[in-house]
């Protein structure tokens, strides 16, 4: 269903979006064929072609970006407009505060978040000292602990949010590249199992919503494909940024089932394999949606 | 008393004389409404921003009164035509008594 409606996209490019309204009273539905572009500068990939491994499944991955309203859209384009960027900035302060016994902050180690823009894209990844898939908020809080004797945060906490924001900040545009092969693989085969397992009394997998019914609604919202690269998210909703693996447990907890925590060795699987679903969309985080 | 309060401006560097320019304004700030409760059942009293102004060589351009139930980090928009090169002054007022202040230079191209 497509309502009429022109979004310019060469308006993307100046501060101001151009939006001839419909006369039609329907819900504010994304134009699906409108381009994200950052401040006027960092082009982001909002969909393409599909990774090898979804063969069979999908043949053309969109970011969640496509499926939110005009003016949703239109908040990310501009960094003074997205509210997530508030986050970014104090990620950015919290990365060069002095945490902790060491008297360390984070730069002390690293040469700016700027330094770091290959992590969001590739991240969870394989660490090789732990022997397991390791998340982004799971690499700051060994820096935390072991390198800056800081206390462990908790998960998807806001302090954990800022730094992640700033990191993804700094990576936007740059494709999302998590590796499924070599050690990782096995992680990833096992969130690949979640992603198809249904759960809770509706009996709901993921495929059954973002793989199955993408672009139809559920209730009153506009179903996505549930692509990680926005992440992480200033939802309108709650006005502050989520981290995917709350997501994750709203996801699982709407299906009306006993969630896992964020944290969990199961949401770091699935969080890996969703993210290689994305494989190829630009980073976007952090992003805003509904 | 809100933490992390920070004010942020985005003002054209320069207009033409007589232009309609737009301003956008945002205040990170809680705006605790005063109507919700902690988990102890007691009420979190309220924390807003309660004004803002916006002058322009003295002369005043918005003067908005902030109600509860605003949502966090108020971000306003407003046009104003551009007389003459000048400063644009931007204070919010917060329940505290606490006063945040911006100023943006324009010049006239």
Redesign the interface.
């Known amino acids: 269903m497509k309502i009429n409606k022109m979004l310019s996209t060469a308006a993307a490019l100046a501060s101001t979006v151009t939006v001839f309204a419909s006369v039609f009273a329907l819900p504010a539905f994304a134009d699906e064929d409108a381009e994200l572009v950052i401040n006027g500068e960092i082009e982001i990939v909002t969909k393409t072609a599909a990774p090898a491994h979804l063969d069979g499944h999908l043949s053309e991955i969109m970011s969640g970006w496509r499926f939110r309203s005009d003016d949703t859209q239109a908040m990310e384009m501009d960094d003074f407009d997205n509210p997530g960027m508030l986050g970014a900035e104090a990620g950015f302060d919290q990365f060069e505060t002095v945490m902790g016994s060491e008297g360390k902050s984070c730069m002390d180690c690293h040469d700016g978040v700027e330094s770091l823009a290959n992590v969001r894209p590739t991240y969870p990844k394989w660490n090789d000292d732990k022997e397991q898939v390791y998340t982004i908020q799971m690499q700051i809080n060994d820096c935390l602990t072991e390198q800056m004797g800081a206390d462990a945060q908790k998960y998807d906490s806001g302090m954990m949010l800022n730094f992640e924001a700033a990191l993804a900040s700094v990576s936007r545009g740059m494709p999302m590249n998590v590796a499924i092969d070599g050690p990782a693989q096995s992680t990833w085969e096992q969130g690949k199992e979640m992603y198809y397992t249904r759960y809770g009394q509706l009996d709901l997998s993921c495929a059954n919503c973002h793989e199955q019914n993408y672009g139809n609604m559920i209730r009153a919202d506009h179903l996505s494909q549930g692509q990680t690269n926005g992440f992480p998210t200033y939802r309108l909703k709650n006005a502050k940024l989520n981290g995917a693996h709350s997501r994750f447990k709203g996801c699982i907890r709407d299906t009306r089932a006993e969630t896992f925590n964020a944290g969990s060795p199961e949401f770091v699987a699935l969080e890996l394999y969703v993210a290689s679903r994305g494989n190829g969309l630009s980073v976007e985080g952090p992003s805003v949606r509904n | 008393m809100a933490s ?1 309060v ?1 004010p ?1 401006v ?1 003002v054209p560097k320069s207009a033409s004389a007589g232009e309609v320019i ?1 301003i ?1 304004t ?1 205040i ?1 700030h809680p705006m605790e409404s005063g109507q919700r409760k902690d988990s102890d059942g007691n009420v979190i009293p309220r924390s807003i921003i309660n004004r803002f102004t916006c002058e322009f060589n003295g002369e005043s351009v918005v003067d908005v009164t902030l109600e509860p139930s605003i ?3 108020p ?1 306003l928009e407003f046009d104003a035509t551009v007389p003459e090169a000048g400063e644009f002054k931007f204070t919010w007022y917060d329940d505290d008594g606490s006063v945040y202040e911006e100023a943006k230079e324009i010049a006239i191209a």
Request: glycine residues 8%; hydrophobic residues 10%.
């Open positions: 992390g920070k942020r985005k737009t956008k945002l990170s949502s966090t980090n971000y």
